[in-house]
């Protein structure tokens, strides 16, 4: 059979746009690992994050809220999001690192100059006397990112489509107007090949003798620990983020993320 599309890599990217194609043609998605989103889609911080990136990136995030919120019927059986909001926290004298973010401050996301003491009360787990100013972004959400992952897969198998896991690329050659890509285990043929591979991307490119774009994979360090005593009476906590480095914190299901916000150039590999 030939596929109208051939998607490596089943992870959010891969799962989203085969579900989009599958309403318009045959779909085959390939995943390397014997489960979809094994990598970084399994391990996201899973935030929605309205004036989080560049400008085309949040008019992405923005055009992305209405499916977040309205998913089609039957899609998931449980809100795509959920309200956290989130405090960025400024450190003695570096308040003026404040007004660039609140300079993304749209009327339909806005996000707001808070005090030192607002700040605090919001999150008490914060030390004060690290604590000069802070802003706050109520439109935060937290994404429960396994029900839109496993969503987008199911409707693709609704739709006609089909998800090969344990299916390593090994050779892409282009021949006959059509794509062939195998593995040890089998040659698919499709007519458009699309490249979702994640932190592979560029090998999977130059197999199919693409130029390389240059990605990098990086490594993050995160911790889980237990929500400090003093969070636990208190309304939920935010997401915390500081403007003096990447670190951030964010509640994860009764416990407490912690990163610094590090990114490790490493050879693509399970981290």
Request: charged letters at 20%; proline letters at 8%.
């Amino acid at each position: 059979m030939i596929y109208d599309y051939l998607i490596i890599g089943a992870g959010i990217s891969g799962a989203a746009a085969a579900y989009e194609l599958s309403k318009q043609g045959s779909v085959i998605v390939i995943e390397a690992e014997n489960i979809p989103g094994y990598h970084s889609t399994g391990r996201s911080a899973a935030l929605y994050t309205p004036n989080y990136g560049d400008p085309i990136v949040r008019q992405v995030n923005r055009a992305s809220k209405q499916f977040l919120n309205n998913p089609p019927p039957g899609f998931c059986h449980t809100p795509l999001l959920t309200q956290r909001g989130q405090l960025t926290v400024a450190l003695p004298g570096e308040d003026e690192k404040l007004s660039e973010i609140l300079a993304q401050s749209v009327p339909e996301d806005p996000i707001e100059r808070i005090s030192a003491a607002e700040a605090c009360d919001i999150a008490p787990l914060l030390d004060p006397a690290f604590v000069e100013s802070a802003t706050l972004e109520p439109g935060v959400a937290d994404i429960e990112f396994a029900s839109l992952h496993q969503g987008y897969l199911a409707a693709i198998k609704r739709q006609g489509g089909q998800v090969i896991c344990s299916m390593r690329v090994e050779a892409i050659t282009r021949k006959d107007d059509v794509w062939h890509v195998s593995s040890n285990k089998q040659t698919l043929i499709g007519k458009t090949l699309i490249n979702a591979a994640g932190a592979w991307a560029d090998q999977v490119a130059i197999m199919a003798q693409a130029t390389p774009i240059g990605l990098v994979a990086k490594r993050r360090t995160a911790i889980i620990v237990d929500l400090p005593t003093v969070t636990r009476s208190k309304a939920p906590l935010p997401a915390i983020d500081f403007t003096d480095c990447n670190g951030y914190l964010k509640p994860e299901a009764g416990k407490l993320m912690v990163s610094p916000g590090d990114e490790t150039p490493v050879e693509p590999q399970d981290a």
